[in-house]
């Protein structure tokens, strides 16, 4: 298996005008060094960006957090093609139908809270495999340079498996059925990270993993991040294995939806009491915190020994499309978290996000930026 890294030139310096990292005018495919070199990110006080509704307060912070080279939110997972088919129904056992329209974007819930971590201002890696085909190059484009602004030093590229992609046919209600295929995600990945993967993650402010790449690769970023000190939250979406033991001890918080939540407990979650009832059987298997999406009924936060935090949703003026809001949700309270706000903030901060996400068609083209979501919160007090 041939691997190729893809790169970004790395900059801090910082646009007065715009307030966003200077980024080059093209993006590089390095085909001679697949281990690209990377400035190690100091642990140190974090200095945060503010949740402020006033743009020239959070504007200032962003710059202040930059000049302090704050420890990076780090991505380790997925990136699909996402192929939408737009529908009216979903079809019945043995029967065609036609599509509306049919369109391709980038997407996989890795890359999607990525791109929601970059364009919410935060600095932002992604650690991923993609093929050498034209949905990679698709993807690569989207995340990087001329597009969220997400570092790639730590995507490989290869040439015997195929990019990830899944099959997105969205309902004429904005609610999405979703098929994947795994790809470059599970069969790219070597049996033992590199020391150059696990370094920027032992050194990043916070980590996120997801179930579409290989259980083994989740449970060695999570040990060496546990190790690190390095808070570590696991979005549940992916795979429908139960979950290895093994990983669930590393992680800081769990992050299911109330479906993936049900299944992972084999208990219900149709009210907030059964939902309470099947979070208790996560902390009981060593999950301290969990973080619950429950779609249009808003989101929770359980900490072991304490009352749930809930949060309402931030209704949207409509419902376009719903593929991507719990990546979008899960990054921005990552990016509010590793800032150093309340549970109620993050909270707030991430609702805010997830309905601005829904609004729009397609994952990565439906993240917001920061200063559409403090309008938003301004908005809604």
Same mark, same amino acid.
């Not at 890294?5 to 966003?20: A, H, R």
């Not at 696990?198 to 179930?211: H, K, M, P, S, T």
């Not at 719903?322 to 609702?351: I, N, P, Q, W």
């Given at each position: ?23 080059p005018n093209k993006l590089q495919i390095n085909t ?59 079809? #019945? ?27 919410? !201002? ?14 990679? #190059?698709?993807?690569? &484009? ?50 033992? !990270? ?17 179930? &579409? ?53 084999? !208990?219900?979650? &149709? ?25 249009? #009924? ?38 509010? !978290?590793? &800032? ?34 403090? #309008? ?6």
């Amino acid at each position: 298996m041939m691997t190729k890294g893809i790169s970004l030139y790395q900059s801090t310096n910082l646009n007065p005008t715009n307030i966003e990292f200077n980024r080059p005018n093209k993006l590089q495919i390095n085909t001679l060094n697949p281990n690209p070199t990377h400035s190690r990110f100091p642990r140190r006080p974090l200095r945060v960006l503010s949740l402020s509704v006033d743009p020239s307060a959070a504007n200032r912070n962003v710059k202040s957090a930059v000049e302090a080279h704050a420890p990076p939110l780090v991505v380790v997972g997925s990136a699909n093609a996402d192929i939408y088919v737009e529908i009216e129904r979903l079809p #019945k056992e043995g029967e065609t139908i036609s599509a509306k329209t049919g369109q391709t974007l980038a997407g996989g819930k890795g890359a999607n809270q990525a791109a929601c971590g970059a364009k919410l !201002m935060y600095p932002t890696y992604f650690v991923g495999r993609l093929g050498e085909d034209a949905h990679g #190059k698709l993807i690569a &484009e989207a995340l990087g340079d001329g597009g969220c602004g997400v570092h790639l030093d730590y995507v490989r590229s290869v040439d015997d498996e195929p990019t990830g992609h899944a099959v997105v046919m969205l309902q004429s209600d904005g609610q999405n059925s979703i098929i994947i295929v795994g790809g470059a995600n599970m069969k790219a990945w070597p049996e033992k !990270m590199s020391d150059d993967d696990l370094e920027i993650v032992r050194n990043a402010g916070i980590v996120l993993l997801q179930r &579409e790449i290989p259980d083994s690769i989740n449970i060695q970023v999570a040990k060496a991040v546990k190790k690190a000190g390095v808070p570590v939250i696991l979005d549940v979406g992916g795979m429908d294995t139960p979950i290895p033991n093994e990983l669930l001890d590393s992680v800081d918080i769990l992050s299911p939806n109330e479906t993936e939540l049900s299944r992972l407990t084999g !208990m219900p979650t &149709e009210s907030f009491e059964q939902i309470c009832q099947a979070v208790a059987k996560c902390h009981k298997l060593g999950v301290k915190q969990v973080l619950v999406k429950l779609g249009s #009924k808003g989101s929770a936060l359980f900490i072991e020994g304490k009352n749930p935090i809930q949060q309402s949703i931030i209704p949207a003026a409509q419902v376009v499309d719903t593929t991507g809001a719990g990546d979008t949700f899960t990054a921005a309270f990552a990016v509010a !978290m590793v &800032e150093g706000k309340s549970h109620e903030e993050c909270l707030r901060f991430a609702a805010a996000a997830a309905s601005l996400c829904v609004q729009v068609k397609g994952a990565i083209p439906s993240m917001p930026d920061r200063t559409s979501v403090l #309008k938003l919160l301004k908005s809604s007090i």
